[in-house]
């Protein structure tokens, strides 16, 4: 499949969330979109992208599932708590000290 099939695809049944990089920036700013499946909890979709937005083996950005928001000519940090994630008009903040790692702020 093609990449503009498969960006099709993707936007037909999927929905995007916004990683949102707060920790350690003068200015939060949008880092990534992240494809995640419509009828997952928003405590999966967020839990899904900060996944796909860390890196383990390989720079995330180059996950199939992530739309880099940055410059090409940067790299950009993992995910950690402190960050953001939108869902639909939903902010949520991942932190360690609430309950599942989430909190909706």
């Keep these: 499949m093609n990449k503009i099939m498969e ?4 936007s037909a049944t999927m929905e995007t969330v916004a990683v949102i990089h707060t920790v350690e920036k003068e ?5 990534a ?16 992208a900060f996944m796909e937005t860390t890196s383990i083996k390989m720079g995330w950005w180059n996950s199939p599932n992530v739309v880099p928001m940055f410059d090409d000519k940067d790299t950009v ?18 932190n360690e000290k609430f309950i599942g790692g ?4």
Excluded: Q
Aim: charged content about 35%; overall charge positive; aromatic content about 14%.
């Design 33 to 48: 979109m992240v494809y995640v499946e419509k009828d997952w909890s928003d405590y999966k979709k967020a839990e899904y």
């Design 77 to 94: 940090r993992s995910t950690k708590f402190g960050d953001h994630v939108l869902i639909g008009n939903t902010k949520y903040e991942y």
């Design 102 to 105: 989430l909190k909706e702020i």
């Design 7 to 10: 960006k099709n695809l993707k």
């Design 27 to 31: 200015k939060p700013g949008t880092v």
